[in-house]
């Protein structure tokens, strides 16, 4: 299956992987290699760590193709120290929301 087959299946929240299995989702997690790199809650909403340079959490060329790639289907990209910390928000699922409230 090309990447942008995976991406897409993933968005849907279908199980898919690429031929090399470089890129895989089970539906709820997008990986590259091993290191996730996106996440579907139940909801439907998807949520991308930016590991990319510019994003500040570069990996690889071949996961800064897949986060690129997964940026076309994001709801909200992350910075990847947020992402990486935002395993408590995925749990909430239909309940994941965001303010902008620093008061």
Known sequence: MR???????FSQGKKARSWTANLKTDGTTLWSYDKKIAHRTSGGVIV?????????GFASMTTSGHVNRAKGVAHHIFHPRIFNDS???FEQGDNLTFTNNFI
């Open 3 to 9: 990447n942008n087959q995976v991406i897409q299946a």
């Open 48 to 56: 991308v760590g930016d590991f990319t340079a510019p994003g500040g």
């Open 87 to 89: 395993e408590k928000f």
